[in-house]
DNA sequence: GGCCCACTACCACTTTTGAGGTATCCAGCA
DNA sequence: TGCTGGATACCTCAAAAGTGGTAGTGGGCC
């Protein structure tokens, strides 16, 4: 095989070990290479400009900015960009984010080897898939309503300690109002309180820590 | 440096792709090697005894028990164990059970490579150091009284979502001795009420989602 | 023996939550 | 145009949470 037909792959990861570990893995292959590494969202997006690789693996956690939104700016730019979502993080709504912001993939890092560079092949031969692990924990949730985006600020201010009442000064509506965001909050999430709705939300990667 | 005083290193991880680099920096330095490893903690003991390591690299969270677990363990059948932990959870809870349960070191995931290779030379002469950026974390609560075990019981059960009088029935205790366990969980966490109790408690590795 | 601490328990009281229901306004859509 | 969904607001009422204080019991420690 040429190096002209090798697959260019580019890793965006925080953790220099682990991007390690996946360009002796990616390099290893005969059919592909590491072109280039970022640690950083912003560094994502230039390298991506400078080096326009085939296949992207994207942390969800970056320090700068989340890897959905680096997603979304690369595709932006370059609606046939093929990113593959690699992350430990499993919550259903980042998964069903990131494919809805056009992944090819999503992956956890506790994948074996062999599964990532055959997943890495597929993504650049343009099928979308991703592990069945992955796949069950999007088809846990799927007939049910997901939150609004004030339904998450209020959930946001849950998880801060933060009584109704303070709530509802914060976002400048009635504490009445406050209640039924709240309610409606743990009816869609399966809440028997606030407690157990701010855990959920955390659990499927609602909000964050 | 001949082979027979190389640092024989062990690494613990359910992440092969991290332990890939983790194997690449350790084996690129003359004085140390990459031994064996590991992806449960039932594993890591196994071949801790076989193989003595003189340095190992723990994860915190594995597939069967906690990396504190193992600790604990390995340091009861070998109190030399020199034992870095080496995880992306930086809860100073978690950090203070490791260092208290003999741990040489913890060390976060973004760690540089050259840093890392350091801390495991330190901790193979026999020092016991941690990075700034954890002993940080240390400090932010040094003089706090901590939990109780009680309080942690109760504490997990209002992550479950669970009212006081059930939390009473499952611990066989009354409502009020529950109030009374939840209000010195939030005086001691800061927490203005359940949510953020748990919610803090989250952050600092005193309960795992 | 005396002391401290964790756990237990009960009482009284206020505040907050959560479950009902009804209703208005507005924007987007068929 | 009429319908739907989201956000807003108000009402009532019961239940739960949170605050304050007092106190017994058993273990471990000086």
């Known amino acids: 095989m040429s190096e002209s037909t090798r697959i260019r792959v580019f890793s965006v990861d925080d ?3 682990l991007r390690e570990g996946i360009a002796a893995i990616v390099n290893s292959q005969a059919d592909m290479e590491l072109t280039v590494q970022a640690a950083t969202g912003r560094e994502a997006l230039q390298l991506y400009r ?3 690789p085939d296949v992207t693996l994207l942390d ?4 700068d900015m989340t890897g959905i939104d680096v997603l979304i700016a690369i595709r932006n730019e370059f609606p046939d960009a093929r990113v593959i979502m690699f ?3 499993e919550g259903d709504v980042e998964i069903q984010r990131a494919m809805e912001a056009g992944a090819r993939g999503y992956v956890l890092k506790n994948m074996p080897p062999r599964e990532l560079v055959e997943l890495i092949r597929q993504a650049h031969s343009g099928r979308k898939r991703v592990p069945a692990e992955v ?12 939150l609004t985006q004030r339904e998450v600020d209020v959930l946001r201010h849950l998880a801060g300690g933060n ?3 303070d709530i509802a000064e914060r976002l400048f509506i009635s504490e ?10 743990m009816e869609k999430l399966g809440a028997s309180d606030r407690t157990q709705a701010v855990v ?3 659990r499927r990667g609602i909000i964050q820590l």
């Open 15 to 17: 953790h220099p070990l």
């Open 50 to 52: 400078q080096h326009l």
């Open 60 to 63: 969800l956690r970056l320090p």
């Open 87 to 89: 992350t430990t993080f």
């Open 135 to 146: 796949a069950a924990k999007l088809a846990e949730h799927l007939g049910e309503e997901r």
């Open 163 to 165: 009584r109704n009442r």
């Open 176 to 185: 009445e109002t406050v209640k039924v965001h709240v309610k409606h909050v």
């Open 200 to 202: 959920i939300a955390l």
